[in-house]
């Protein structure tokens, strides 16, 4: 069964912590997603990563930077959270080919809240 | 890439056929036509992808007309556990590309 997995489910951090989610998939997929979720506002994607070392601004970057040293692990990082990153946050990796990078997964998402 | 327009929401009743139409006026050549389904405090899952005319599985049909400037996901019978949101995304399938999913549709399926 294909797997996207996320370090945490829910997460409290304070204001101006620095704060690192972490997303692992097992499907040797080239494509990794970051995005945030929020009522009304649907789905917004964050940054994007379409190999090891690469990654590519989304929509609403500000304020967040990813890494993605290894090609099963992407992780986005809050340098100095806010309250407006209050949020759940989803993570999502999609193969290569044609057909293959719009066929995303999804992983279980975390609900950060900072404080 | 290609905006998408769908309604926000939808209403429906068990054992109706549910069709949700997206508008995406600026769709590129080399685009396809995705669907997600997300249930509340859950991803979003792959439903259904196409290029064009209609594709059909297990779960939804979708139907592309010849101008790709829209395209419409059809649920046979629907049931309660339809209810969710559905995106409709439009991106290049040949590489490395961002996924935009828009505001989605909320369908809610009653008794």
């Known amino acids: 069964d294909v797997k996207v997995t996320q370090s945490s489910r829910y997460l409290v951090k304070r204001t101006g912590e620095k704060v690192f989610l972490e997303c692992v998939q097992d499907?040797?997929?080239?494509?990794m997603f970051w995005y945030r979720q929020d009522p009304g506002l649907g789905l917004r994607l964050i940054y994007f990563?379409?190999?090891?070392?690469?990654?590519e601004k989304g929509d609403i970057p500000e304020g967040y930077s990813v890494s993605r040293e290894k090609k099963e692990r992407f992780s986005l990082i809050l340098e100095s959270a806010s309250t407006n990153q209050t949020s759940m946050y989803l993570c999502a990796s999609s193969g290569r080919g044609r057909g293959a990078n719009t066929e995303a997964f999804f992983g279980q998402g975390t609900r950060l809240t900072v404080v | 890439l290609a905006k998408t327009t769908q309604p926000i929401s939808m209403d429906s009743y068990e054992g109706q056929e549910v069709n949700i139409t997206c508008s995406h006026n600026?769709?590129?050549?080399?685009?396809?036509i995705t669907w997600y389904q997300q249930f509340p405090s859950q991803g979003p899952r792959f439903i259904i992808q196409?290029?064009?005319t209609k594709v059909t599985n297990e779960v939804a049909s979708l139907f592309i007309p010849a101008d790709r400037k829209s395209s419409t996901l059809s649920l046979p019978r629907v049931s309660l556990s339809d209810t969710a949101v559905y995106y409709c995304?439009?991106?290049?399938?040949?590489?490395?590309?961002?996924?935009?999913f828009g505001t989605g549709t909320q369908l809610k399926v009653e008794l």
């Open positions: 196409g290029y064009k």
């Open positions: 499907m040797d997929h080239e494509n």
């Open positions: 600026n769709i590129a050549t080399n685009d396809y």
């Open positions: 990563s379409y190999d090891v070392k690469m990654k």
């Open positions: 995304l439009v991106a290049f399938t040949g590489g490395g590309n961002k996924l935009t």
